[in-house]
């Protein structure tokens, strides 16, 4: 079978950035009380003409330019997100358009913030025989916020990262993946209306029905629970000791919570890598936004373990051990002016 692992990188986070002081007011805090409570400074939010294909095109487009591919070079693209830009088509196929992938097919992939890790396994199937695969996470929360609900409305950013998966040599590439559900805690995370169970109305909205909802302690006492078991199962499959980790790129929910939870993981030699105080957390974007700012900082080297873990409502986890073998970035990592051209068609 044909090794398969990360060729390339990229990532977006819209222009507009939004301190804790702008919206502490409406949730009934200070700024300070935030960044004590969350380890965030400040988000991104995407202007109003922005939905979440437009944020994922670019970040797609990015990872393209930084492995010298063009959209004809994809066989798949795979879009994470909770936040479609409709219930349909998928997110996906609206990317596959913007980018002018004409060749490739086009799913979406809804684990929430787990999602990244979710499609980077879904596509490492499509591709197991060869071509390559566009896996993208891009989420918008900033719509679904309500701004008075200080649970939610101070954690969340927009955002989105992807990558370009493919052959890789001989050794490299993912190492193994867990994939768990919970569903018997579903109820710790959603959006209950809009969906075939409570469809939009005029009473839906009006009860907020439509703006996420969390129950912040028990996700926490979850992710404490179970996010450790599944990196130890992961490993254990893999065939790795704990020490072979150099590297753990988690889903940034809170940056409080993530120091504590690294602290308590046993892995020795992994660098932390947190994002969460500059973008908040970006739903199933978060994962791959922070890959690509620690790719592009120069922290991963070519044979480096990398290890990534996310957990989001279902309740899900995902954890994936991964040989690197992406190259440094080449050619125009910033492809402004593309960028422009695909922000608000």
């Known amino acids: 079978m044909i090794d398969i692992g990360i060729l390339s990188t990229g990532s977006y986070l819209p222009d507009r950035v939004v301190p804790n002081a702008e919206i502490a007011p409406a949730a009934g805090v200070d700024a300070a009380w935030i960044e004590r409570k969350t380890g965030i400074r400040e988000r991104r939010h995407a202007a109003p003409g922005q939905a979440t294909s437009n944020l994922a095109a670019i970040a797609a487009d990015r990872a393209l330019l930084a492995a010298g591919l063009s959209p004809d070079d994809v066989d798949h693209v795979v879009v994470a997100t909770s936040t479609p830009d409709h219930p349909q088509p998928a997110t996906a196929s609206l990317v596959q358009h913007l980018i002018g992938a004409r060749s490739a097919s086009a799913v979406d992939v809804n684990a929430v913030c787990s999602g990244f890790v979710y499609a980077l396994e879904m596509a490492r199937g499509l591709v197991r025989d060869g ?10 929360y900033s719509r679904i916020l309500d701004v008075r609900d200080r649970k939610t409305s101070i954690l969340f950013g927009d955002g989105a990262g992807a990558v370009v998966l493919g052959p890789v040599p001989a050794g490299g590439g993912v190492i193994g993946t867990r994939l768990r559900g919970h569903g018997d805690a579903h109820r710790l995370i959603g959006v209950r209306a809009g969906g075939s169970r409570l469809p939009a109305s005029v009473r839906s909205v009006l009860d907020g029905e439509h703006f996420f909802r969390m129950d912040g302690r028990g996700v926490r006492e979850f992710v404490n629970g179970h996010v450790p078991d599944a990196i130890s199962h992961a490993l254990r499959e893999s065939g790795l000791p704990a020490t072979a980790v150099d590297h753990l790129v ?8 993530l120091r504590e939870l690294g602290e308590a993981l046993d892995l020795p030699n992994a660098a932390l890598h947190l994002t969460v105080d500059r973008f908040a957390n970006t739903g199933a974007a978060s994962v791959p936004i922070t890959l690509d700012a620690a790719h592009r900082a120069g922290a991963l080297s070519v044979g480096d373990v990398v290890l990534l873990a996310a957990f989001g409502g279902g309740m899900n986890l995902g954890v994936t051990l991964c040989r690197w073998t992406a190259t440094p970035p080449r050619g125009d990592l910033d492809g402004r002016h593309r960028a422009d051209a695909l922000s608000h068609r």
């Open 131 to 140: 071509g390559r695969a566009l896996v993208i996470g891009a989420d918008i």
């Open 250 to 257: 988690p889903h940034q929910a809170n940056g409080v919570m």
